[in-house]
């Protein structure tokens, strides 16, 4: 069997030429004699894989030098908790809940501080954003926390929330790489990699500098303290060394394909396929308000659950695979990350079409 096209939410797709060059130094490592998993993470090739990673990364996103770089283990989910750890200084935060990811961030933080939830989406099921132009943000808030691309739901900021002169925090798990960002518009931005960039078990935390802190309470796990993390470049403990390696690959990929206006040019033209379809569709209709539609998760519905496992099924079989919604909401959901080429989508949505004829 060979590939299929894959719509998973993550882990997701990942460019084919990366999976190439990595089976293809995979006994033998540029002639190190041995593979990037067994390879001592102090030893000079892995140095220089995390170096060029960073390099990349910072070139890709035009990161300034008053920011670091962290690649992290721990899943989102830690991170929630390492957030408020390292950001918290008087003990106040704002949050704007926008799905499921804000909404378990914004749970988290509550064990070590005062946390508000200054907006939320959740009388319409998180089918929308909140207007933040003008939200009641705490006058002795540490930061504002938003989940930037809302994976479950399909949504994304548009725009970025007035924060009134407070420190912005991002989760971009599900939008990292996808576009062009203004990163000073940022105190940190942070993320899975395992939805737009790489294997799951690496976290990326892009942190201005003056966040950093070396007076963290005692009880911060010496692992989740980004100070120490950004003093010893990553490496105050074994990171996670092979899915690095595959991150840098795909910012090299990105690098190749144009960099992050080309990307986001790409994912435009993939996204309108879709959503124009599901806009003159007689069967299948998206879930989310036009203005604040993501361009990486598309979430629709038929309207009848037996016909959307019928069409999950169907789809399957034809070669498209993990159409299913999310089991909180239902339906469907195509994510189309960046290594979804754009005849994945185009395939995709003539299968719809013989769909709808065929069970309309
Ligand atoms: C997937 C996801 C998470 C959770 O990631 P884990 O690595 O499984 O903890 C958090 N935030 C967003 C936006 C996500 O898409």
Known sequence: MGRVY???AGPAVLPEVVLKEAQEEMFDYRGTGMSVMEMSHRSSAFQQIIDEAEADLRDLMNIPDNYKV???QG???LHFASIPMNLMKNGVADYIITGQWAK??????KKYGKVNAIASSADETFTYIPDCSDLPISEDADYVYICQNNT?????YHELPNTKGKVLVADVSSCFLSEPIDVEKYGVIWGGVQKNIGPAGVQIVIIREDLLREDLPEFVPTMMNF????DKGSLYNTPPCYGIYICGKVF???KNMGGLEAMKAHNEKKAAILYDFLDQSKLFKGTVRKEDRSLMNVPFVTGDKDLDAKFVAEAKAAGFENLKGHRTVGGMRASIYNAMPIEGVEKLVEFMKKFEEENM
Do not use: C, P
């Open 75 to 77: 899943g989102a989910s």
């Open 152 to 156: 479950i739901y399909g949504t994304v």
């Open 227 to 230: 100070k120490v993390q950004a």
């Open 70 to 72: 962290l690649f992290l």
């Open 252 to 254: 090299k990929w990105i």
């Open 104 to 109: 378990k961030a914004y749970e988290e933080a």
């Open 6 to 8: 894959n719509f998973s």
